[in-house]
């Protein structure tokens, strides 16, 4: 942190508690957020704060994309900002000029909506298993397949897909990414909005490509490098979920501690019970050790020195130290923890999906166990 990151925090964060905050009701209930959202995000000037600015970025680091995700947990706000980001890196790493010049901007005004669409209904963690498909006819790539579990994918008017360009290809060979840009596009929709345990603000569902024809110019980067691409990026939305996975865990020490204090069994606050003080002292002592690693991350990443395997570990181990304090706060509550207006009991249904997505902890595992 210095001093413009700590006025950036400030602006982010009066901005959640102006403009998001209030409506959180209201998006758990329709399950997704309003279409303003986005383009009054854009115009505060927090989306894509790590793109640079002759893109129409903020300019800044991987610290200021941590700002942003930060605030948003801290208020307990689900918000698809970070795939917005996640979608710009992709485009900022293997895109033209042109496309950069075409998507980016319009991206961090709001005026885009972005949507990673890698998921199918046989093919989550193992990409191998991609049976959406991308047949070359003249000019135009003919798309064929679905997506699911497609964060944004509601209000998604610009989406990175994965499929394969080459139908011969076995596994993970012949994945490339294209670029769809779905509004008014024939063959192209959305399905239903899927009800999920949590982050229930956030609008995630089917997609289906039927016949689609998008430009053979939305190719990002080359013809079956779609995999490699995904590999080089995945590092980045991994540790985005340990900023998440920290932030909650912290919050979730922090509100439970205000409780314990004031609640009151058999004539005395919770606190003063031996069991409440060391639970939450485990807790408040995992999360620093996480709060230590995921620094360590950031400064290696921001630096160009994380690797995969560290940013495997990152999501792994934050993300279940997050889903372990933040049950033992539930506990902590008693009956309120499992009261749903109570900030303690999203947390925990919130919470359980981030050891699920962007590959499962049984993946970074695996990932980790190869490099020994």
């Not at 939305?218 to 920290?246: D, H, W």
């Not at 950031?298 to 160009?304: D, K, L, W």
């Not at 889903?323 to 509550?333: A, G, M, N, S």
Request: proline share 3%.
């Amino acid at each position: 942190m210095d001093d413009e990151l700590r006025i950036f925090r400030k602006t982010v964060r009066q901005f959640i508690q102006e403009q998001f905050v209030p409506h959180q009701s209201r998006w758990r209930e329709q399950h997704r957020p309003d279409d303003e959202a986005w383009t009054s995000i854009g115009k505060a000037g927090i989306l894509l704060p790590d793109i640079p600015e002759e893109y129409g970025g903020g300019g800044g680091t991987f610290a200021h994309e941590t700002v942003v995700n930060e605030e948003l947990a801290l208020a307990g706000v689900h918000f698809g900002s970070s795939i917005q980001s996640i979608v710009g890196h992709y485009i900022l790493s293997y895109g033209t000029e042109e496309q950069r010049r075409n998507w980016l901007p319009r991206m961090a005004r709001g005026e885009l909506v972005a949507a990673i669409a890698m998921t199918e209904p046989s093919a989550g963690s193992d990409l191998a298993g991609v049976k959406t498909t991308a047949r070359r006819e003249g000019g135009d790539y003919v798309l064929n397949g679905s997506k699911t579990f497609i964060t944004n994918g509601w209000h998604a008017s610009l989406v990175c897909v994965a499929l394969k360009t080459d139908l011969r290809a076995a596994g993970l060979k012949g994945i490339s990414l294209v670029m769809v840009e779905p509004k008014n596009l024939a063959g192209y929709r959305v399905g239903r909005t899927l009800e999920k345990v949590g982050m229930n603000g956030l609008d995630t569902c089917e997609i289906f490509f039927d016949d689609v024809r998008v430009p053979a110019a939305n190719l990002l980067g080359a013809e079956g490098k779609g995999f490699n691409q995904m590999v080089q990026q995945l590092p980045y939305e991994r540790l985005t979920i340990g900023v998440g996975a920290v932030a909650m865990a912290e919050q979730a020490v922090a509100i439970t501690t205000k409780y314990v204090k004031e609640r009151m069994a058999f004539g005395k606050p919770l606190l003063d019970f031996q069991n409440t003080r060391f639970k939450l002292a485990q807790c408040k002592t995992e999360a620093h050790i996480g709060r230590v690693f995921l620094d360590s991350c950031i400064q290696r990443f921001i630096a160009g020195q994380l690797d995969a395997v560290t940013a495997a570990m990152a999501k792994y181990w934050l993300t279940e130290c997050q889903c372990r304090i933040v049950d033992e706060c539930v506990q902590l509550h008693g009956g309120y923890g499992y009261m749903i207006e109570y900030p303690i009991a999203r947390m925990w249904t919130d919470s359980r999906v981030q050891r699920i997505y962007a590959g499962t902890n049984e993946i970074m595992k695996e990932l980790i166990g190869w490099a020994l």
